[in-house]
C-alpha cells in the first residue's frame, strides 16, 4: 500500500511538471485560444445556419444585429446593399444599434466598392482611405471596419462598422466573427434578391404575370377553403399607344414607372401588385367584396388621373380604364381574368377613364354585349 501511494504521488508530480513545463511553453494559453475559437466556430456555424434560411432582407438585418449586440455595440453600423439590377441602393443605418436616417454617400461606396474589387478581404477604414484617399462624407461616421458582402454575381454591398462604445479596438476573434457572418448574410442577401429578381418585372419592380398567376391559384383555393371573397382589379392605360407616339417611349417608360408607384402606395401590403405586359397591370385584393372592390377601383382610378408625371420639362398625363371581377372558387384563374378582361373593355368602350364590374349571367353578359363586347 505504502508503495502504491508513493507512486500516485510521483506521478502526480510529474503531472504537474508536465503541465508548468508546458504552461511556460505557452501550449495550455494556445490550447485554451483554440479551444474558445472552436466555440466561436460553432456558434457561428449555429448563426449561419439560421441566418441564411430567414425569409427576407429585413429580418437577416435584425438577426445580425441581435448577434453584433451580444457581443459589443458599434457606435456607427450600416449595411449597403445592390440589387442585381438598377443602380438603386438600399441602406440601413444604424446609431447605436438604433435605426438611423443618415446614409453613405454614394460616391464613397462607388469608391470602396472599386477597393473590394481588386482586394475581396474586409479591412480596416484607415487602410482603405491611405490607399484611396479621403472621404469626407464618409468620415463624419468615424468608420473603423469595412466588410465586403460577395456573392456568385459579385459584390452586393458593404457592411461598415464603427468605433466600440464601450471597450478596446475589435479582438480577432470579434472580427473573424463578424467577417465570417458577413459573407453568410451576402448568401442570403443574394437569394433573396434573385428570388426577388425572379418574380418581378424588371421595369416597374412590382410582381410579374407568372408570380401573379402562382397568387391568384393561391387566393382561389383560400377563398374556397374558407369562404372569404377577394376580387381582381385589371388596368390598362388609355390610348397609350398614342401617348408613346407623341412623346416616345422614355416619356412611356416614366409613365409606367410612376403609375407602378402610385398603385404600390395606394394598395394593402397583403395584396398583390403585377404589371401583366405592356401598359396592362392587375391587382389581386384579398378579403374584399364587390362594393370594396369598385370602391378601391375607383380610388386608384382617381389617384392615377390626378397624377402629374414631369419628364423633360413637361408635366404629363394619363388616364387608366379598370375592370373588376369577385374571385370564384369554381372557375379557373384564366377565367377569372377572361372576365375581368371583359370588364375592362366595358371600360373601355364606355368612354374610358371608369371602372366597369363584371357580372355574371344574362344580365351581365347584355351589359356587356351593349358596351361593344
Known sequence: MVNDYGTG?????????????????????????????????DRLISDAATLVALPTVSRMLDFVIDKVLERFVPDFLAFVIE??????????????????????????????????LSKPFSDRFETIRHETGDYPGLEAFSPELVFPMRGIAGLYGIVVLGHKVVGDEYSDIERMYIDRLTRFLAVGIQNGLHHQSSITDAKTGLYNHEFFMRRLEEELSRCDRVGSDA?????????????????????????????ALALKEAMRSEDSVARFGGEEFCVLAVDCGAEAGMAMAERIRAIIEALRIEYNGRALRITVSIGVCMLDPRLKAKDLLDDADKALYASKAGGRNRCTLFRPGFLGRATLLRAGR
Open 9 to 41: 504521488l510521483e506521478q502526480g508530480s510529474d503531472i504537474l511538471s508536465q503541465y508548468n513545463r508546458l504552461s511556460q511553453m505557452g501550449a495550455i494559453e494556445s490550447l485554451e485560444a483554440l479551444r474558445k475559437e472552436n466555440r466561436e466556430l
Open 83 to 116: 440589387p442585381p439590377r438598377g443602380a438603386r441602393l438600399s441602406q440601413f443605418c444604424y446609431r447605436n444599434l438604433k435605426p438611423s436616417e443618415e446614409t453613405i454617400p454614394l460616391d464613397a461606396y462607388a469608391r470602396i466598392k472599386d477597393h473590394f
Open 231 to 259: 376580387c381582381v382589379l385589371m388596368l390598362d392605360v388609355d390610348r397609350f399607344k398614342r401617348f408613346n407616339d407623341s412623346y416616345g417611349h422614355l416619356a412611356g417608360d416614366a409613365v409606367l414607372e410612376s403609375l
